[in-house]
């Protein structure tokens, strides 16, 4: 199939024009109690500020400062917009004594302004991703139906794409260039400069520019094709799901989805986003974690997950790939939650089929979304283009579902697809996860894999509501 000529878009990466409402800022982690972290894990690298809030609203009319990116020379200050969905929010004065490093004016988190040459050097092309499924309807269909063969042809058109748009084609051409490209240090950073400047690097061969092209070709299909953006999600609208979802960046790469949980500055994601710190040479790496919400530009450094001794824990049960951490404070005000026990959450029947699978979504992050197609899917997070997704079997620690996912959607929330209460189901972790002992989920019929809210991660959330 020939390529689509759709690359030659111009697009830009960071802002020169901020909203009137205020700067964006990075908020810093606020001095705790010993008391507190007795019960908690504080992260490597992270510093506690003991500095005053600082408000960062600017006078009506005024205008920011640029400051200088050198890591994107071929673009000038008047190309520069802003990458970011929403006007709102921008920035907020830190609650609580936490404190704010430095205003920074895009989606990006401050390896890149700090020190924009070394950033990759912290990029790891070989680093183990969980893999992830963009579902194809054949795959869903041909599953449920060996799973539970009288499932109606009514539950099976609700939970595969309209006209049959997200097919195995699209899914696996997406997978190979995704793999490709993020296998390379050199085709990341080209396609990250193309998507900056429209201009690829002329030290590239053609060979690996024809690669970027493709990748940047293979992502706006399967986007368009499988997916749709949050901001268009019926779902999402109705329970103001952006003002409780947003991305972990580990430095500048988005690693992980994250649920805020309560104002307290809690989130939900998964266990394994922090694998790689306890796996660092700490004399050599000095990158921390930051969740940036969703519906506004700041961010917020990660400062601890709450329990003790989290990032020495040996994973061995589903179960356990969900945590909670505290992030620096803000004001937030997410959407309130409830978590129904697991029994309430139907799968098909196959002895009686007119009881109805329970529908759920899933809307998570899809890194360089917003720069592919930065006029429709402005925030990067994503839903399904499939009416609802579904649970297909259960194991006590985990369960098989049909929602599609990319790397970068682990910790991201299943919810349950009703009108007016949020409900919570469990937490993406990934594609086949029957490496633990509670999960042996057969291979071949298994799709995603998530985890139901474990006692004690739901003792916390409802210690935040």
């Known amino acids: 199939m020939a390529r689509k000529q759709t690359h030659l878009l111009k697009l830009t990466f960071i802002a020169a024009y901020v909203p009137a409402a205020s700067f964006a800022a990075l908020f810093s982690c606020p001095k705790v109690s010993t008391t507190s972290l007795a019960t908690e894990t504080p992260l490597p690298w992270v ?31 008047s190309e520069l917009r802003l990458l970011s969905f929403s006007d709102q929010n921008l920035a907020q004065s830190s609650a609580a004594e936490g404190g704010v490093r430095y205003i920074h004016h895009f989606r990006q988190t401050p390896e890149i302004v700090q020190s924009p040459e070394n950033w990759l050097e912290k990029f790891n092309p070989n680093k183990g991703l969980y893999p992830y499924k963009t579902t194809p309807d054949n795959k869903i269909e041909s599953t449920v139906l060996e799973l539970y063969p009288k499932t109606p042809r009514k539950t099976i058109d609700s939970i595969t794409s309209p006209n049959g748009s997200c097919d195995n084609y699209t899914t696996e051409n997406y997978k190979t260039a995704h793999s490709i490209i993020y296998s390379s240090k050199e085709l990341f950073a080209g396609t990250i400069n193309y998507l900056k400047t429209n201009n690829l690097p002329s030290e590239l061969t053609s060979s690996q520019k024809k690669k970027i092209l493709d990748f940047i070709d293979a992502t706006r299909e399967v986007l368009t094709s499988c997916y749709i953006p949050a901001e268009e999600s019926k779902f999402a609208q109705s329970h103001a799901i952006l003002k409780s979802i947003g991305t972990i960046y580990d430095g500048i790469n988005p690693i992980c989805t994250a649920l805020l949980v309560g104002s307290q500055g809690r989130i939900l994601t998964a266990r394994h986003c922090f694998d790689s710190l306890s796996q660092r040479n700490l004399k050599e790496s000095q990158s921390s974690l930051w969740f940036q919400p969703a519906y506004e530009n700041n961010t917020y450094q ?56 329970t529908p759920l979504v899933q809307i998570s992050q899809f890194p360089l979304s917003s720069l592919i197609l930065p006029e429709r899917f402005k925030s990067g997070f994503v839903q399904s283009i499939n009416p609802s997704c579904i649970i297909i079997s259960k194991e006590s620690g985990c369960f098989s579902h049909t929602c599609s996912a990319t790397p970068g959607g682990s910790g991201a929330a299943i919810f349950i697809s009703q009108p007016k209460i949020l409900a919570l189901a469990g937490t993406h972790i990934g594609d086949s996860p029957d490496n633990y002992s509670d999960c042996r989920l057969p291979h071949d019929i298994q799709m995603n894999g998530g985890t139901f809210i474990n006692d004690k991660v739901r003792n916390l959330i409802q210690e935040s509501l």
Do not use: Y
């Open 47 to 77: 510093i506690f500020e003991e500095q005053s809030p600082v408000n960062i609203a600017r006078l009506e009319g005024s205008n920011p400062t640029i400051r200088s990116v050198s890591d994107s020379s071929s673009v000038s200050t």
């Open 302 to 357: 990660i400062c601890s997950i709450l329990e003790k001794n989290a990032l020495s824990k040996d994973l061995k049960l589903a179960e356990d790939d969900q945590v909670i951490a505290r992030i620096a404070p803000g004001n937030f005000s997410p959407t309130a939650i409830t978590i129904p026990p697991p029994e309430k959450i139907k799968t098909p029947n196959s002895s009686s089929p007119e009881i109805k699978p």
